[in-house]
């Protein structure tokens, strides 16, 4: 059956104004669909110029035979005139959908994205809430961090309620499973620095010192440094976006009405896992670094592997290794802490979940350099 025209009268009563619709207002319509909605808006418009005296307009559709999109489009600018003529609109004899459409609407305050679009945006309003914004998430932190305190000191006096089952899967995930991956790239930083101090050293007849210089920055230092980067892009992200995940399904909320506390059931064996597993990564890391450096010595300098190996031995030193480590060890702590952070203080979106991911590496890679350039020179100064 072909489409009915739409069209419409309007019926000017005292001080009420009735629009009856006729025929299809759908949005396929042809001849004057297109232009009627303009056209009974300017009429209406005209109306209220030419007739003060209007206080109401009521919409009727009795013949209206089908409509759509199109129709409810008209009624909410047809709503939307009459609220800035302060005219009654009167949906009675509107269909229930359409009428709360329109009320929907109406909650919406006229030019609210635009005066949003224009509000001040100088510099002096960027930088306060800027700083706003950075003392906000650092008193954040430091409740957090007392909130771990708490925990941990509960753990000590067996008083935390967590599973040890847990804390033994986050030791597997954050040590076992992340040795292929802190393999490979200890060993080629440990081969790059072999072949650059090579090229350096050989200009002096000095090649022997190779296994010098590897093997005192890679224990002292680098290892340490690569490691925490690795478990910070790796398990500080994933424990962000499983926290993250959590909160946005209100799973820590029903862990709160089961009395359970999120900090000891979930953060704690997360921060024990890589507070245990980052020292044991960084020795390995030291392992896999020397060994990069011993296939160049071998492969550009002709240095066996023994020889190589008693320079190590005579260079690094006990203070060499145990700066390494407690390195690493201040590194899984930061990694652990702003990990589990991001994740607890995520908002209520996927979008939040992926924003406090990236922010904790961000934020830890951040912080272990400048960790690592405090340590380095406190180690100076102490002469260790």
Not at 58 to 85: D, F, H, P
Not at 193 to 204: N, R
Not at 347 to 364: C, I, L, P, Q, R
Request: with cysteine; glycine share 8%.
């Amino acid at each position: 059956m072909d489409n009915v025209a739409p069209a419409f009268q309007i019926n000017h009563n005292n001080s009420l104004l009735e629009i009856e619709l006729k025929g299809d207002w759908l949005l396929d319509s042809d001849l004057s669909a297109a232009r009627l909605p303009d056209e009974l808006e300017n009429e209406l418009e005209q109306q209220f110029n030419s007739k003060p005296d209007i206080q109401s307009v009521k919409i009727t559709m009795t013949q209206v035979s089908g409509w759509n999109s199109a129709l409810l489009t008209v009624m909410l600018c047809l709503s939307e005139l009459c609220r800035q003529y302060q005219v009654q609109f009167d949906m009675t004899q509107l269909p229930l959908e359409m009428s709360r459409l329109i009320k929907l609407s109406a909650k919406i305050p006229s030019g609210s994205i635009k005066q949003h679009q224009e509000k001040d945006t100088s510099f002096l309003h960027n930088v306060g809430t800027n700083v706003i914004a950075a003392v906000k998430e650092v008193g954040e932190v430091i409740e957090f961090i007392s909130e771990s305190g708490v925990a941990f000191m509960s753990m000590l006096k067996g008083k935390a309620i967590y599973r040890s089952s847990d804390t033994w899967l986050i030791m597997q995930q954050t040590g076992a499973e992340a040795m292929p991956i802190v393999s490979l790239l200890n060993f080629l930083v440990g081969a790059i620095l072999g072949y650059i101090g090579a090229m350096q050293l050989e200009k002096f007849g000095a090649e022997i010192f190779i296994g010098d210089m590897v093997g005192v920055a890679m224990t002292r230092e680098i290892a340490a440094i690569i490691t925490a980067i690795i478990m910070a892009g790796r398990s500080g992200a994933a424990f962000a976006a499983q926290l993250g995940t959590m909160k946005v399904n209100e799973e820590i909320d029903a862990l709160r009405s089961m009395g359970l506390s999120p900090m000891e059931f979930l953060v704690l064996p997360r921060m024990i896992g890589m507070m245990l597993m980052m020292p044991l990564l960084a020795i390995y890391a030291n392992f896999m670094g020397i060994l990069g450096g011993a296939l160049v010595a071998y492969a550009m300098l002709n240095i066996t592997l023994e020889q190589y190996i008693g320079v190590v031995i005579k260079s690094v030193g006990l203070n060499d290794i145990a700066a390494g480590v407690f390195m690493s060890a201040v590194f899984g702590v930061i990694v652990a802490v702003v990990g589990c952070q991001k994740g607890m203080s995520c908002g209520n979106s996927a979008e939040a979940v992926g924003a406090s991911t990236t922010s904790a590496v961000v934020t830890s890679t951040v912080i272990i350099f400048i960790s690592a350039a405090v340590l380095t020179v406190l180690y100076g100064v102490l002469g260790i």
